[in-house]
């Protein structure tokens, strides 16, 4: 067997094999729920809130201690009890829903008894976050912390007017939070915003986390991100949930579980994506066949064929004609392909026809294909520096990579009328929903990587070009486009560059717009130097990488890493440049997310690579 073939069947046999159990850890969580304020209005849905979310962890076996409608000293002792607990437990969780505020940038949790009638009710009625937060950081190496706290707050105006000239400093809902290394905080909406209480018998936050921690084997990332989209949907936009994470690995409230097929069962299309991204560049035919035979049923066994096809091709072209020195087994040198002098870029073959592109220039392979253009080689920088703001260590180590040669990629992120024209053809299955956005020019979401593979694919087979995705380093070198600021902008981002959350600010930046949708690809007209749009913004794009935690030993030649010693790696794939409804941080050149490859989202789409052949 060739070490192709045997790189192949690695592949193969790896996508079939038991993701091993975590080994069993001892979590603890406190869970609080207030209700009945003494002083204000009631609040009906934190006991509720609490109750559910302390019966869905301990059904996954966390040790909970809950409470319900604490004072001040109940509250303190319930703190003082999950120190306790927490001394040789490997994991903490803090759940609390109720009322909360913001003072000076510094929040504090209420009980049911506090009053906020003084200035000084702060540090006698109040239970601060922070105190919570380091109590935590101590005792264990991973603390999660859930607060569905940023309710309209009565008791905000009594202490106003007990604060008198300083009620300048009390904060609508709650300030952001940095969490340390090893913690994540999800707050039930963005800092500074005001969460809905809910009518039904949970608030939109809380109902849609414990849903996803009962049913979902997800990490808690992925988690985060079905949370947030329920509650947007839920809320009709009103509320955006928002974290920050410093965790230093991948938490689950279940483990995730990998039955293994039957020989018979037909694979499913992330297995034959695995195998192929080992197969698809060989040069066996023997090995191409295998893949077929394995994975027959799925559309990469198509490209499987028109690889064989296009091998046959390449020696057939290799082959001279007979002659008395070829006969004798002489060697004849291969033959030079030379550009004409007058093509001042790349000779590129774009269906039968031959053409010179020049960087920034777009072409089209088809009427209906989306427009791209010719990105030139080069050598970046790939990573952020530990100094850039917003940065996560997944980000670095900083890399030098050589994209030997010019590249196509899409101006625009593939819009809704490009895969309605795919659907319509019949090669693209799925049928995306626009959210009532429209369609057209709008790019497309709710297409998971499996989806994004399937057009490419389909373009492929009716253009004859060489679609795919993009590698994680094309997509970052194209989005620089020769900077090394965060953004192919500058320093900083506006609502009048990029679509995201205009209501925060990266680099001393302005506030912007916050339009909580997309909007059709190169509606702002700010291409980069490399003539792209919307590199930053509107839409996550799909790349074709496994996620990796860091770029140790990440290739430097501009090609996918696919493969990992750690299996669960490819488990997610790799979204690159933030979208409509985040903060300017993701939107950075280097800003990094994951997300698994079947999954959709309203904020997902992509765009493509098209390899030239010279």
């Not at 925060?504 to 749009?533: C, D, M, P, W």
Request: with cysteine; aromatic share 8%; net charge neutral.
């Amino acid at each position: 067997m060739s070490r192709l073939q045997w790189t192949l069947a690695l592949a193969v046999a790896w996508t079939l094999l038991v993701i091993p159990q975590a080994r069993a850890q001892k979590r603890v969580a406190v869970v609080i729920g207030n209700s009945a304020y003494e002083h204000t209005s009631k609040l009906e849905n934190p006991r509720n809130d609490a109750t559910d979310m302390a019966a869905a962890l301990r059904k996954l076996g966390f040790q909970v201690l809950d409470g319900f409608d604490l004072d001040k000293t109940a509250f303190e002792r319930k703190v003082r009890d999950f120190s306790i607990a927490l001394r040789d437990a490997e994991v903490g969780l803090f759940f609390y829903a109720g009322h909360g505020l913001q003072v000076a940038g510094q929040n504090y949790l209420v009980p049911i008894d506090a009053k906020a009638e003084t200035a000084d009710a702060l540090d006698w009625e109040m239970v601060r976050l922070d105190l919570v937060h380091r109590t935590m950081e101590r005792a264990t190496s991973t603390n999660i912390i859930f607060l569905d706290a940023c309710r309209n707050n009565p008791l905000a105006r009594n202490l106003a007017r007990a604060m008198g000239t300083r009620s300048a400093e009390i904060g609508r809902g709650l300030a952001p939070v940095e969490s340390g290394v090893g913690t994540l905080i999800s707050f039930s909406t963005q800092p500074g915003n005001v969460a809905l209480d809910g009518l039904g018998r949970n608030s939109p936050f809380a109902a849609a986390l414990v849903k996803r921690i009962a049913t979902s084997s997800d990490d808690l990332s992925a988690l985060l991100i079905d949370v947030r989209n329920d509650v947007r949907n839920e809320t009709q936009n009103k509320q955006v949930p928002w974290e920050h994470s410093a965790l230093t690995g991948r938490f689950y409230f279940n483990q995730p579980k990998v039955v293994p097929s039957s020989p018979a069962a037909p694979p499913r299309l992330s297995e034959a994506a695995e195998a192929w991204n080992a197969a698809e560049r060989t040069t066996s035919i023997a090995a191409l066949e295998a893949f077929i035979t394995r994975f027959k049923d799925t559309f990469y066994a198509e490209l499987a064929r028109a690889r064989i096809e296009e091998l046959k091709k390449q020696v057939a072209a290799a082959s001279p004609p007979l002659s008395p020195n070829n006969i004798q087994g002489k060697p004849v040198p291969p033959a030079t392909v030379m550009s004409p002098a007058s093509c001042a870029g790349i000779e590129a073959l774009l269906g039968n026809e031959k053409r010179c592109l020049k960087p920034k220039e777009g072409f089209r392979d088809c009427p209906e294909c989306p427009e791209m253009v010719m990105v030139p080689a080069g050598t970046f920088t790939m990573g952020s520096p530990s100094s850039e703001e917003s940065r996560d260590g997944s980000e670095g180590p900083q890399h030098k990579v050589t994209i030997a040669k010019p590249f196509a990629v899409g101006k625009f992120p593939v819009t809704f009328a490009e895969w309605d024209a795919c659907a319509a053809a019949g090669g693209c299955k799925h049928k995306p929903g626009d959210e009532g956005w429209g369609r057209g020019k709008q790019p497309v979401i709710n297409v998971s990587w499996d989806d994004a593979k399937e057009f490419a694919f389909w373009l492929a087979k009716k253009t004859g070009g060489p679609y795919r995705l993009p590698s994680e380093a094309e997509w970052e070198y194209a989005a620089r486009a020769g900077t090394t600021t965060p953004f192919s902008t500058g320093r900083t981002i506006t609502t009048n560059q990029a679509n995201f959350d205009g209501n925060f600010t990266y680099g001393g930046g302005a506030k912007g717009v916050r339009r909580s949708k997309t909007i059709e690809v190169g509606l702002l007209n700010t291409q980069n130097e490399f003539g792209l749009h919307d590199m930053h913004g509107n839409v996550w794009q799909w790349t074709e990488d496994c996620w990796h935690q860091d770029y140790l030993s990440a290739p430097e030649d501009g090609s996918a890493w696919t493969t990992s010693v750690i299996a669960s790696d490819c488990y997610r794939r790799v979204v690159r440049g933030g979208s409509w409804v985040d903060f300017p941080g993701n939107l950075r050149s280097a800003s990094r997310n994951r997300n698994i490859p079947g999954h959709r989202h309203v904020n997902q789409g992509f765009r493509l690579a098209r390899t030239l052949h010279p």
